[in-house]
C-alpha cells in the first residue's frame, strides 16, 4: 500500500510533544521521513535518546529534549531553543497525555489539578509560545489531540475526558484568534490505538483486542502510523484551508 508524501514538508521545522514512545514516535518518525526537521520533547529519556538515534539516517536527524510539559517555562523555553536551533516552528504537534484510569471517589483536588497539568494546559502555552515564531514564517500549523473517550463517556477517566473535551474548545478559540496570522488549529480525535502501553495496560491479550476491534466499522487494529499520516495531513500545505476541525481517527468505534 502506498501513501502520500508531501513535498511542503520538507524541511519545515516540526515540534512533537510527547515524542519518545506509542503515537508520538510514530508522528516522529512520519514527518522525519518527508525530511522535516523534527523537535520532540518527552520525559522519557532513555526512549526519546534512541528513538533520535533510530532516524539518525533521515535527511534531518530528529533533537530530542528531555522535558517536563507540567513545568511550562521549561517548555516554553525548549520552543525557543528550537527555534533558534532549526528556524521558526511551522507544525506544532500537541500529542502528550496520560489516560490514567481513576475511580470518582478516589479523585483528589491534587490529581485532578495533575490531570489538566498534563493534558489540557500545555496545549494552551505551546501554542502561545509558537505563535511568534509562526508568525514569523506567515504562516502555521497547530495539530492538538484529544481522544474519541470523551464522546462515549468513559466513566473511569472523568479528568481525562474533561480534559479532552476541553481540548476541542481550545482548539477552536484558538483557530479564530490565530486565523488572522495565517495559523491553522484544528485536532485530531484517535480511537483505541494498539500501543505498546494499550497492550500492556489494559487490552493484554489477543482476545481482549479482537472484542474491542469487533466493535469497529472496519475491523482491523488501529495503529499509530493511522493517526500519523492524518498529522502529516494537517502540518502540510494541502490543508491549508482546514482550521478549527477535528477529525476522529477510530475505525468507526464510536
Partial sequence: MTFANYPSLSGRVVFVTG?????????????????????????QADAGAALAEELAGAEHKPRFYRCDLTDTAATQAVIAEVGRALGPIGVLVNNAANDDRHEIDAVTEEYWDWAQAINLRPQFFTAQAVRPQMQLLGFGSIINFSSIAWRGGAPNMPAYTTAKAAVLGLTRSLARAFGPDNIRVNAIEPGAVMTEKQHALWYPTPESVDALVSRQCIQKVLLGDEIARTVLFLGADDSRMITKQSIIVDGGLI
Fill in 19 to 43: 515524542g519518545a514512545s506509542g503515537i508520538g514516535a510514530d508522528i516522529v518518525r512520519a514527518f522525519a521521513g518527508t525530511g522535516a526537521k523534527v523537535a520532540f520533547v518527552d520525559i
